[in-house]
């Protein structure tokens, strides 16, 4: 399978934080990136969210340390200004998802891997939890 695939912060949280039940599915998908049997995608927003919440629940430290491995596995995609300026006139209600998903088409993103599916419903990118991945593709 070589899908360009984007993950959203809630899926990089549910593993990284075991929220249950959901980083049983997560661990799947992690464990096939590090195998390099798929390839992620995500932005430094999603980085940047991710950052925030590992910082409020452990020490920088810990969450600079944790975000470093992950940049190992998963590749950054740039937003672009021309992403920003679509962001703004994006048929999504949430501006943060917004601006992943212009990101996503500017840079030719097969799927976008999210616990919330509803928030990108008005996109032409297909859009899919971790468990529905997994059922298809795995």
Same mark, same amino acid.
């Given at each position: 399978m070589n899908n360009k695939? *984007?993950?959203d912060s809630d899926i990089i949280l549910d593993f990284l934080l075991d929220r249950k039940p959901f980083s049983d599915d997560a661990e799947v998908l992690f464990n096939h990136f590090e195998k390099n049997k798929l390839t992620a995608y995500s932005t430094?927003?999603?980085f940047s969210n991710v950052f925030y919440i =590992?910082?409020?629940i #452990?020490?920088? !430290?810990?969450a600079v340390k944790t975000l470093n491995s992950l940049n190992r596995i998963i590749k950054?995609?740039?937003?672009?200004?021309?992403?920003?300026i679509k962001a703004f006139t994006c048929k999504l209600r949430d *501006? %943060?998802?917004s601006i992943q998903y212009e990101t996503?088409? %500017? #840079?030719? +993103?097969? &799927? &976008? =891997?999210? $616990?919330?599916? $509803?928030? *990108? !419903?008005?996109?032409? &990118?297909? +859009? =899919?939890t971790a468990s529905e *991945?997994?059922?298809? #593709?795995?």
């Open positions: 695939i *984007f993950i430094s927003v999603v =590992l910082n409020d #452990n020490k920088k !430290k810990d950054i995609l740039p937003t672009t200004n021309n992403a920003m *501006f %943060e998802d996503c088409k %500017e #840079n030719n +993103v097969d &799927i &976008i =891997l999210t $616990r919330n599916s $509803r928030d *990108f !419903k008005r996109g032409d &990118i297909k +859009v =899919l *991945f997994i059922l298809i #593709n795995l």
